[in-house]
């Protein structure tokens, strides 16, 4: 009995001591962060040396972090300063980037049960974060997403704005969204029969383009379509291509052509007059599981070319470029890097730098930063980072 008696003495101020240190190490951790307040006075960002990156973790409350950590590492890893942004207003980072301005890039926020009334844009040659407020809506409404392409600055609201809410029908699980054009300060409810997926919007002459899922039919099946609202009238349109089954994946738009990608891998260009070319561009690899994965899976390097990522379940991810100027064509890239049991997320292009910024993960909880030439495509660093789940956003002196 007094063996036992002192084993688990001994365990127990073992127990004691492991959590002291770690509670030590994390207080030593936090009392050493640069606290700033509000995330348009990182001044710190001109301050880092020019062969570190700074990593954003944003506030998320399901982690309890009630504020955004943004950890300076070396090209391997090494953390060599961490700082503690407090400002209410930013979040989980969604990040959007147009091949007509490569310089800025257009922030909205997604994780967490929250309404906000703006978004941020940040200036890549300037480092410098800016809110931009949406005070002319009547109601709360939200943002969903800004990803867009054309002239106009689009995006996506989480409610209609003639009600403030979702006015959901019970019988058929579908709701309402609205969708802004904050250029022109105008927003257009969306219908019942087509609720707004998580992909780009597009201008194409006076056309607001989306993709969306619509009523279920007698299978049980939402039926995919595209939404053209007109601006003028504000009425929509709907097209499904004759492709009764497939879902529609809106994926980039010029002065002249929207491209959308279907679940079969068809991609179809429409033209202002809203004429259809249908193209086979992915047939250069097999069947796969899915042709788009949302905002991450995509980049648009320049107006005509665009990193995309294609996804079986049996190969995993293959990187290719999507070249859009005439028939778009999808052309494998083999690059090493690339492994089949990995996730990837694309953030954006720094073109100063010459670099591509890339999120590999495993699903656990370390991953990879994969720093990429913007010409070759090739690897230039591969940083282990911690929680690659929660990193959003990457920034170079």
């Known amino acids: ?39 348009e006075n990182l001044t710190f960002m001109n301050e880092i040396s020019e062969d570190h990156y700074l990593l954003f973790y944003p506030s998320d409350s399901r982690t309890s972090q009630e504020f955004t950590l943004v950890k300076e590492v070396a090209k391997t890893g090494k953390i060599i300063k961490e700082y503690e942004v407090h400002d209410d207003t930013i979040r989980r980072i969604n990040v959007h980037q147009k091949p007509t301005n490569l310089n800025e890039l257009y922030i909205s926020f997604f994780g967490e049960a929250v309404i906000e009334n703006w978004y941020y844009m940040y200036d ?12 002319y809506f009547k109601y709360d409404i939200g943002v969903d997403h800004i990803m867009h392409y054309g002239s106009d600055v689009l995006l996506q609201n989480l409610v209609s704005h003639k009600t403030g809410d979702q006015n959901l029908n019970e019988e058929t699980g579908n709701f309402q969204m609205s969708i802004t054009n904050d250029t022109e300060q105008k927003s257009y409810e969306t219908d019942y029969k087509l609720v707004p997926l998580w992909s780009p919007l597009l201008e194409l002459g006076n056309k607001i383009i989306y993709a969306g899922n619509g009523e279920e039919n007698n299978l049980g099946a939402a039926k995919g379509a595209i939404g053209l609202i007109d601006r003028k009238t504000s009425e929509t349109v709907y097209m ?4 009764k089954s497939s879902q529609f994946y809106t994926v980039y738009g010029t002065e002249n052509h929207a491209y959308i990608i279907s679940n079969k891998g068809k991609m ?19 069947v796969q599981d899915s042709y788009f994965t949302d905002s991450s899976g995509t980049l648009l390097i320049d107006q005509d070319r665009a990193l995309h990522f294609v996804y079986s379940e049996q190969n995993g991810p293959v990187l290719g470029l999507l070249l859009l100027k005439g028939e778009p064509t999808f052309s494998p890239m083999d690059k090493p890097y690339i492994q089949s049991d990995m996730n990837y997320r694309i953030l954006y292009q720094d073109t100063q730098q010459g670099e591509i910024y890339m999120i590999e993960s495993d699903g656990e909880e370390k991953g990879n930063l994969l720093v990429i030439d913007h010409k070759t495509f090739d690897l230039v660093y591969k940083i282990p980072v911690e929680y690659d789940h929660l990193l959003d956003f990457v920034v170079k002196k």
Do not use: C, H
């Open 1 to 39: 009995m007094k063996k036992i008696f002192w084993i688990f003495v001994v365990l127990f101020i073992s127990t004691v001591v492991s959590v002291s240190a770690y509670l030590a190490n994390q207080s030593d951790e936090q009392k050493n962060r640069i606290v700033v307040n509000g995330i």
């Open 124 to 135: 890549i040659q300037k480092r410098s974060f800016k809110k931009v407020d949406l005070p």
């Open 240 to 243: 499904d291509f004759g492709q």
């Open 268 to 286: 179809f260009v429409l033209n202002q007059d809203l004429t259809v070319k249908e193209y086979d561009t992915f047939k250069s690899v097999p």
